[in-house]
Structures are given as C-alpha cells and as structure tokens.
C-alpha cells in the first residue's frame, strides 16, 4: 500500500511541476477553446486585422526534449496549446532563449587507514542543465473576407 502511495504522491508532484511550466497574462477577451493543430506560429505580425488574446511564457522544463531542437520544439507546443486553450488561431513569437534550470552533481570517495596514516581521494563532475524558454503572444486572425 505504501509504495503505491508513494508513486501516486510522485506522480502527482511531477504533473504538477510540469503544468505550472506554462503561464499566460490576459490582454484581451478569450474564445472558445479550440484544437492546438490549428493554431499559427507567426514570426512576424500577420497582414490581416488581429485581436491580442494574451502574452504567454513557457518552457521546455520537464519536457522530453533533448537537443536544442528538441527543447525549441517543446516550448513552440506548449505556446499551441496554451493559445488553444484561449481560442487564439495563432501565436505571435516573441522570443525564445536558453535559462538554466539548476545543475546536476555527483561525486565518489574513498579513505583508507593504514596505522597511523590515513589517506583519502575524491572525485566530483557537475554539469549545468539548460531549458529552453519562450515568449508569444496568443492572436485571433480575422479570416479573409470573402466577396
């Protein structure tokens, strides 16, 4: 029973971790939701009359990915689907970067005592774990008028 408490306590604390990794600030009325495969990512302002919806920050932390890429491709999901969520079409890019997210450490010893002598050596490695983090802001896109 415990075990399985354990990993239900977790789990839970990961989920929780990993929805908090996306935030939005309104700006404008929302929409209805709509699905995350419809929504635009816009390196620059599109032509057409938009409404803003909202500024959205998110970032690539507990996400699978790996390479730049990957990560780059995690928060460019995250900005859908939180923009989705808003019933915005479309997600003016504002920016994505690289933050750290903490480090990583481990290290070995070992001593020794040989009559009155003692002796010792250590190791130690650390390594920097970097997120990728981006900014955008959620658009409706008018659709183009039809004569």
Do not use: W
């Not at 990915?65 to 923009?83: C, P, Y």
């Not at 450490?105 to 190791?123: D, L, P, R």
């Amino acid at each position: 029973m415990l075990p399985r408490l354990t990993i239900l306590l977790v789990s839970g604390i990961a989920l929780a971790l990993v929805a908090c990794a996306t935030s939005h600030v309104m700006m404008g009325q929302a929409r209805p939701p709509i699905s995350p495969d419809l929504v635009t990512v816009y390196f620059h302002p599109p032509q057409t009359k938009y409404d803003e919806i909202a500024l959205i920050d998110t970032s690539s932390e507990g996400g699978f990915g790996i390479t730049a890429q990957g990560k780059t491709d995690v928060v460019i999901r995250r900005l859908k689907e939180e923009a989705a969520k808003l019933g915005a079409n479309g997600v003016l890019l504002q920016g994505i970067g690289s933050e750290s997210g903490g480090s990583v450490s481990s290290g070995f010893g070992q001593a020794s005592v040989s009559g009155n002598h003692a002796y010792g050596t250590g190791i130690g490695i650390s390594g920097n774990v970097v997120h990728k983090a981006g900014t955008g802001i959620a658009i409706y896109v008018e659709p183009p008028a039809t004569n």
